[in-house]
């Protein structure tokens, strides 16, 4: 098989992204459901939409409170862009749904750390502790 030519993959590209345009604008035709807005955010995501994606986030949170997916993707934007308060909101709401989500408590824990909330960083630090002892590397040992 050949190899593809620099005009065959960039032909690709454009209709890889005119199917995600127009699955963008398919969602946007859908009924308002948690869902729908959650997946709509997805493909902002992929096109280098946050901000939009932080208000179909928004959205997905409203209609459902509980949907932990929107939730955590929230969270992670928001500590993305360095809007920790934000970030740690969410993220607060994972682990409030899922106490076990030792992802969402370690970057609940970093939140903490960046807007210098040392005792709930060590909180959730000993919680990171109780859960997972094995992958916690405590300073004393370095």
Do not use: C
């Not at 993959?9 to 807005?37: K, N, P």
């Not at 179909?56 to 929107?70: G, I, M, N, Q």
């Not at 994972?94 to 970093?110: C, D, F, K, M, Q």
Request: no cysteine; charged share 25%; aromatic share 6%.
């Amino acid at each position: 098989m050949a190899p593809r030519t620099s005009e065959q993959a960039s032909s690709q590209f454009t209709r890889s992204l005119w199917m995600i345009e127009e699955l963008e604008v398919s969602l946007g035709l859908i009924q308002d459901d948690s869902e729908r807005h959650y997946s709509l955010a997805l493909i902002q995501i992929m096109r280098g939409k946050f901000q939009e994606a932080v208000k179909s986030l928004d959205k997905a949170v409203e209609a459902k409170p509980e949907h932990v997916r929107a939730l955590w993707l929230l969270g992670e934007i928001h500590m993305k862009l360095g809007q920790y308060e934000k970030g740690a909101e969410a993220l607060e709401a994972v682990v409030r749904h899922e106490p076990g989500n030792l992802t969402a408590i370690t970057w609940l824990s970093l939140a903490y750390h960046s807007l210098n909330k040392r005792s709930q960083a060590t909180k959730i630090q000993s919680i990171l502790e109780t859960i997972a002892p094995d992958l916690i590397v405590s300073r004393a040992n370095k």
